[in-house]
């Protein structure tokens, strides 16, 4: 167990993506110190890296977790203690149209952090080392008919190049334990929102393109369900992982929030009515459009928290409703 009341060196790989920036947010405001590495490709925010680069409590670099050499100097140069692992390539629909990049950065590139890892682990006095695998829900396909939420003991059955690749990670980390003992563990978690969250994600983009006047595209017939977890909630989860986590052992996260794709464009659009009304005077729910479905869409997610509630002390506090809006307030800032 870590005490995480003393201050720990975190090296955060996507730390300017969408949930590492709300990472490294929250690591220093518990007195962390914050080493950031981010290959900044599209999907990085440009206004967490401006931050990063301006605040004297973070060092953050551009590059790659594949550049074995950058990593290990990092690691040796800062004497971090915990590594969190959220870079990744993660839409659906774009590993759908080039895998290549997902097996790239999701399993080699795991790979190479693994190994430097372990050489730095191996080389250093470091009792308390963890490396934490930040991986998806995804990696466990769909909840079947049995309707039981995924949970730690579920199999894993990935159904997209993007969670193959991301289920294919998780083993390296698992095996890099069993193998080596390298002191490792794996988070997952469901459909996360918030502030700073890519455009190409399905809340920024109801929210844009009803702002826009545009058509809101709905995969299929919108029943698709998905657990939906603040990244405030995620983000304490892990931080919870970090100090009370097992090695070896993974944890799974949740938001009790469950709707229908469907169900939650209309809630969108009913805040927006409310937030900023259609400049056409009618609801932006009227914008909604069914759209040829995803290459082999999940149906349904739904996930079991139960082991990180009673093990590391995990719950999501955060109000869905109060959430969305101030997820729907940030967008609207942003796009002025």
């Not at 975190?10 to 290959?39: C, P, R, W, Y």
């Not at 599209?42 to 050499?69: M, V």
């Not at 994600?201 to 369900?225: C, F, H, M, R, W």
């Not at 977890?229 to 469950?258: K, M, P, R, T, W």
Request: proline content about 4%.
């Amino acid at each position: 167990m870590i005490n995480m009341s003393q201050s720990r060196s975190f090296l955060v790989t996507g730390g300017a993506g969408f949930i590492g920036s709300h990472m490294v947010d929250m690591l220093l405001e518990n007195q962390h110190k914050v080493i950031v590495l981010d290959a900044c490709t599209y999907a990085a925010n440009a206004s967490a890296i401006n931050d990063f680069q301006n605040n004297p409590d973070i060092k953050f670099i551009q590059g790659n977790i594949a550049n074995r050499t950058l990593i290990s100097s990092l690691l040796a140069d800062f004497s971090v203690d915990i590594i969190l692992n959220f870079a990744a390539e993660t839409h659906v629909d774009n590993s759908i149209q080039t895998p290549e990049i997902f097996l790239r950065t999701n399993i080699f590139g795991t790979y190479e952090l693994l190994t430097a890892a372990m050489e730095y682990w191996q080389g250093f006095d470091k009792p308390e080392f963890k490396f934490i695998q930040i991986s998806t829900d995804e990696v466990f396909g769909e909840v079947g008919v049995d309707k039981n939420p995924f949970s730690e003991d579920t199999a894993y059955a990935p159904r997209s190049p993007y969670s193959a690749s991301k289920a294919s990670s998780d083993h390296l980390v698992r095996s890099w334990y069993h193998t080596y003992k390298l002191p490792t563990l794996v988070t997952h978690c469901s459909n996360n929102f918030g502030p700073r969250q890519n455009s190409e994600k399905l809340v920024p983009k109801i929210i844009s393109n009803a702002i826009s006047g545009k058509e809101i595209p709905i995969y299929g017939d919108g029943q698709n369900t998905r657990d939906w977890l603040y990244v405030g909630d995620h983000c304490a989860g892990i931080l919870l992982a970090a100090e009370n986590g097992l090695v070896g052992e993974s944890y799974c996260f949740g938001g009790d929030n469950q709707y229908k794709n469907i169900d939650l464009a209309k809630k969108v659009c009913l805040h927006l009515d409310k937030i900023q009304p259609s400049k056409f005077g009618t609801s932006y729910v009227n914008q909604i459009r069914f759209v040829a479905d995803r290459k082999g869409h999940d149906r349904h997610y739904a996930v079991d928290f139960s082991k990180a509630a009673n093990v590391l002390g995990y719950s999501p506090k955060s109000d869905f409703n109060e959430c969305l809006n101030n997820t729907i307030m940030y967008y609207l800032n942003e796009i002025g």
